[in-house]
């Protein structure tokens, strides 16, 4: 059933989303050249599936987990859409093809050995990745593999209709901080 809200929702967000979203590629064409990110990500099953964003840091910038890039990569118009959430609405693209959720395990890169370690053992991947959860809106990020896989389980384990539309609405409410930036470069 949840898959039927993820499907409607994400319609209706895209539909009602893209005046915006045109907005934000047209300044980020200015900004990077490149406004849409894409990179491979782990969904559900710990099969492959691109990942689309709106790009937040520099067109050179590696490949990496967020907390592994340098603040210096994120450019100006990246840190307002990173602080307010806008980046991933592409997602909702994700989220209509059923690559992803709107709640669930936020989607990690491959080369993530120790979280896929920690989700693989608590079973995390049996599920759709997600735009939002549990260990988001509780300013978890990927930084800290183990508690992260284990905050998954727990959302997971006690995902019912008021814990998604609840995860839904602290998003949208400003909850969480997003995935931490290496602050040192």
């Known amino acids: 059933m949840l898959r039927f809200f993820d499907f409607v929702l994400a319609f209706f967000g895209l539909i ?19 406004p849409l990110f894409r990179q491979e990500r ?11 964003k709106f790009r937040t840091m520099n067109v050179e910038t590696a490949s990496v987990a967020s907390h592994l890039a340098c603040i210096s990569s994120i450019t100006r118009f990246g840190r307002f859409l990173r602080k307010t959430k806008l980046d991933e609405l592409p997602q909702l693209w994700n989220v209509l093809k059923g690559d992803m959720s709107l709640v669930g ?19 995390v991947y049996d599920v759709r990745p997600g735009i939002t959860g549990l260990a988001q809106v509780s300013d978890i990020d990927m ?11 727990e959302m ?27 602050q040192s470069k």
């Open 16 to 34: 009602f989303g893209l005046p915006i979203m045109m907005m934000i590629y047209i300044i980020g064409l200015f900004d990077t050249g490149s």
């Open 42 to 52: 782990v969904g559900r099953k710990k099969k492959p599936f691109i990942l689309i």
């Open 105 to 123: 395990p936020r989607p990690n890169l491959f080369n993530q050995t120790e979280l896929i370690e920690h989700r693989n053992s608590l079973k």
């Open 143 to 153: 930084s800290m593999p183990e508690l992260l896989a284990k905050t998954d389980a």
């Open 156 to 182: 997971i384990k006690g995902m019912s209709f008021s814990n998604y539309f609840r995860y839904i609405f602290m998003t949208l409410a400003g909850r969480g901080q997003g995935d931490r930036v290496n």
